[in-house]
């Protein structure tokens, strides 16, 4: 048995086997070959089998996000098809008597500078795609699609790292666990496997690749960080109990199901749910959210290859709503930079990203963009109970601006004859130690505030959430930051406003008693953890 130790981020237990996943960008050989009909006929079989697996891509997304979403899969299908494209791999196999990887990478490349050079932004952006179904081939060639590949067994995934934009297009209902060897745990990676209630340990270290393969025997402790491989009889017994015991734990915790969120005393306080895509709603019903505090809507445009369009963002939002039946739907504008990189945004590499270009001010700088997702917003408010928040603030005159694009938005629907609804929330995060500091003035702009902790934290104690090395000096609890959540929430009841925490902190239930004192309106959280803070609130008395 060897044991590993990373940082446990989702606590639970995985029993299963090892998958290591290859990133699909890895370098590819140049390899000279006798029989070119051989490598041509490789060709072929790994575009069958790619266009095989968009076809199932396809089907999940049409499930899950709806037909203008799914519809990139089968444009990715018929690029398969181009006959440039084909011609292209097949004279460069033989002319230069190369491996079929060798040949798809060269064409990847040429096709993918062509369209990068042309001046229409649609085709810009085919340049993406190019290179994506090139590395579909690639990956199938060399046998690397673990995830996608049909298999009935469902595994623990091994990375040095996951991208959220791998981790998103994982196929969920065949992953038991994640290992990262990197990785901090405010990453959006480790965000992701909350939500998507999947045990998680980062930050493992070089080590865990060195000294694990393909299907090796593991467990996965969520809770403490541990891994074992080909663990031993005594670990394998000790942790099944431990699984049923946290199993036991969670089916008490369903019991809450249809409770109010009341204090002792009798305070009611809002417990709504983060989420990232259409396809998590089922999480939020199935957790019984009061709501949604946190639609983290740029997860729709890191799913796409290109900017999706109004009328797919509208079909998005609308669904959500309605699905949602009248609770509350808070849908922040698209955070896009930092960790979160999106290829056909081109946005300049940056020397500190957290600092950088993101959010808020990509909407504002490119207005066209923003008016988009605007327009989407309120068309689809009509369908439930919107509220609109905008990340990264850090001045009044910001709000301002965006307040002012929002009027334009909406006169220009009104002079179009659409409808929007006239009871949209609009509200800020509170993730910046300016925005907190300035609160007394932005309160009186907005409906409310939202605490993105994540982000106040790496800007108030100034660490890099993105960085595994300086986790020992995050101090979530610091007082800085709860001075600055109390100062936030203070002058937003000061200015009518009503106030709640989107962040990680939020679902800290060693936590939940000083929030509430502090007034805290509402707490949004993973929806596997809304049970759990339901809980601590019902237990805390504020009269004492
Ligand atoms: C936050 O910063 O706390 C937050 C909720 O936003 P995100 O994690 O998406 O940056
Ligand atoms: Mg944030």
């Known amino acids: 048995m060897k044991t590993y130790q990373g940082k446990g981020v989702y606590g639970a237990i995985a029993v299963g086997k090892i998958s290591l996943f290859k990133k699909s960008d890895a370098a590819v050989k140049r390899i000279r070959v006798v029989d070119t009909d051989n490598e041509k006929t490789r060709f072929e079989q790994a575009k069958t089998l790619a266009i ?17 979403n799914a519809a990139i899969f089968e444009i990715h299908q018929m690029m398969l098809d181009d006959d440039d494209y084909n011609d292209s791999i097949n004279n460069i196999i033989d002319s230069q008597s190369v491996n079929a990887e060798y040949a798809v990478a060269v064409t990847a490349d040429n096709f993918a500078e062509m369209f990068a050079a042309m001046d229409d932004t649609y085709m810009k952006a085919r340049a993406a795609d190019v290179r994506d179904i090139s590395n579909r081939l690639i990956n199938n060639l060399s046998g690397n699609f673990r995830i996608e590949a049909p298999s009935d067994e469902k595994v623990i995934i091994c990375a040095g790292d996951l991208a959220p934009s791998e981790t998103v297009s994982l196929d969920k209902d065949k992953v038991l666990a994640f290992v990262t060897a990197y990785g901090s745990s405010n990453s959006h990676t480790a965000i992701l496997a909350r939500n998507m209630n999947i045990p998680a340990v980062i930050g493992v270290g070089d080590e865990l690749l060195n000294g694990i393969k393909d299907g090796d025997e593991a467990i996965v402790d969520g809770y403490t960080g541990e891994i074992f491989i080909d663990p031993d009889e005594e670990t394998h017994a000790k942790l099944l109990e431990k699984q049923h015991v946290d199993e036991e734990k969670k089916r008490l915790l369903q019991e809450l199901k249809g ?47 290109d900017y999706p369009t109004e009328e797919q963002q509208f079909a998005a939002y609308k669904k959500v709503l309605e699905s949602m039946a009248g609770k509350k739907v808070i849908i922040r504008t698209l955070d896009i930079g930092a960790d979160k990189k999106v290829d056909y945004f081109n946005l300049k590499p940056e020397e500190n990203p957290a600092l950088g270009y993101r959010a808020i001010r990509i909407c504002l700088t490119r207005p066209e963009v923003f008016r988009t997702q605007l327009r989407a917003l309120y068309r689809a408010s009509v369908f439930g109970n919107l509220g609109i928040m905008f990340p990264m603030i850090t001045s009044v005159s910001e709000l301002q601006k965006i307040m002012a694009i929002c009027e334009e938005v909406k006169s220009e629907l009104k002079s179009q004859g659409a409808e929007y609804s006239d009871k949209i929330e609009l509200g800020i995060m509170i993730e910046t130690p300016a925005a907190a500091i300035i609160s007394d003035k932005l309160a009186p702009m907005v409906d409310f505030f939202s605490v993105g902790t994540n982000d106040l934290t790496q800007y108030t104690l100034a660490c890099d959430r993105q960085n595994p090395d300086i986790e020992q000096f995050v101090d979530t609890h610091h007082e800085a930051i709860l001075r600055l959540i109390e100062m936030s ?56």
Not at 56 to 68: D, P, Q
Not at 509 to 531: A, K, N, W
């Open 52 to 68: 095989r697996q968009l076809q199932e891509i396809y089907n999940k997304a049409l499930k899950e996000v709806g037909e203008a």
């Open 489 to 544: 929430a203070e002058n937003a009841h000061k200015h009518g406003a009503w106030i709640g925490i989107c962040g990680e902190l939020g679902a800290d239930t060693t936590l939940t008693e000083t929030f509430l004192r502090m007034g805290i309106d509402e707490l949004s959280v993973s929806p596997t953890f809304v049970l759990k803070v339901r809980d601590a609130v019902r237990s805390i008395d504020l009269s004492k």
């Open 259 to 305: 409770k109010e969120n009341i204090t002792l005393d009798g305070r009611k306080i809002n417990v709504y749910a983060n989420i990232g895509s259409v396809g998590d709603i089922g999480k939020v019903l199935a957790n019984d959210a009061g709501g949604i505090g946190l639609f983290r809507s740029e997860f729709l445009y890191l799913e796409n290859s």
